[in-house]
């Protein structure tokens, strides 16, 4: 065999094998969404229900990740977290996902007074460092010892056609200063402008766990208000333009992003 052709099947296999780790990887893991339910459901004594699954590549772990399968309790759709494979074990979150729940239950009434009927939103909970002795807490108890984490709330607002941004200044201000006062190492109010033709609640609902922003969501969003604690008047950030530091409602606007423009 010449050396052209020896490459070319040397390719040709690499090929084989990387295009193959799906079937390989479910061969040896058929059961995997069976086995993970089971154990999530032994874990907390009640039922969940499949949202979605991701295949992984035993092979390929450290590239393409392990298998991980998305669930929610089923009586409770809105806390949507994930199972993974980690090695012959599995990782979920489901704890994080339930604090973040009931953080949302506090702070529902006060983030829905400054929001535009219609406008729909999400408060989750990340970099939690959550063990296994903290799973009888509730998240007042958590975040009483533990502020080093990520409190973020998402949220779309749906306009008819090209937003006027300061017309939400207000609430999305206060909203920050609520958040701010969790008084957390790091938080984030995320806000989409989105055409009132959109369905968006899929979205919103699975933002905990869908690595989705409001750039690349496949919906007309008109833009974006991403304001976070480096924008803190209190303690800004030195990489921060002035402009930017949330003095007063109308900094809010400052820090719009249009799309498409």
Known sequence: ?????????ILLLLMIGIGGTGCMNAGNDSNFEERALAYIEDKYDREFEKEWVKEGSDVFANLYGE???????KENPEVVFTIQ???QDFVETYIPAKWASELQTMLEEDISKELP???EFKVNLRNTNFNESMSELSVDEFLAENKNVTVSVIIGIKTE???DVDQYSQGIYNIYNLV????????VVSVGLVDESEDISDFIRTSYVN?????????????EVNVDERLNPDQPSDMIDDSLI?????NIAENYEAFGE
């Open 117 to 119: 009927e219609g406008a």
């Open 246 to 250: 949330l003095h007063s409602p109308a």
């Open 180 to 187: 701010k006062n969790l008084e957390v190492k790091k938080y």
């Open 67 to 73: 298998e991980k399968l998305t669930v929610h309790p």
């Open 1 to 9: 065999m010449n050396d052209k052709k020896r490459v070319l099947l």
């Open 211 to 223: 690595n989705i922003t409001w750039s690349n969501l496949d919906a007309k969003v008109y833009g």
């Open 85 to 87: 494979k980690d090695g």
């Open 161 to 163: 056609g090209k937003p």
